[in-house]
Nanobody
Framework: QVQLVESGGGLVQPGGSLRLSCAAS????????MEWYRQAPGKQREFVAS???????NYADSAKGRFTISTDNAKNTVYLQMDSLKPEDTAVYYC?????WGQGTQVTVSS
């Protein structure tokens, strides 16, 4: 059974950084496609970033140049490094693999 557990969210000031983690069990990340999504209050869940088994990556326009997705195969964990955070990045961030979702981690960007 696949389980995804996110962590690393919190409150950060505009311009700050956070690194989100998604620990996976039941799958081997280096062989799989993983994604990060986010959902802001009152809005639909939206794609943020993805990483493929060949380490190729893709980003939403809102994330390009500021966010970096990566994996640590030894820890079977996927990360989302978020820099230059803006108030509009405030959302619950979710890790995804196919039909499997984590519980989400809250990111709040505010002064």
């Amino acid at each position: 059974q696949v389980q995804l557990v996110e962590s690393g969210g919190g409150l950060v000031q505009p311009g700050g950084s956070l690194r989100l983690s998604c620990a996976a069990s039941g799958i081997i990340l280096r062989f799989n496609y993983m994604e990060w999504y986010r959902q802001a209050p009152g809005k639909q869940r939206e794609f943020v970033a993805s990483i493929n088994s060949d380490a190729s990556t893709n980003y939403a326009d809102s994330a390009k140049g500021r966010f970096t997705i990566s994996t640590d195969n030894a820890k079977n964990t996927v990360y989302l490094q978020m820099d230059s955070l803006k108030p509009e990045d405030t959302a619950v961030y979710y890790c995804n693999h196919l039909t499997y979702w984590g519980q989400g981690t809250q990111v709040t960007v505010s002064s």
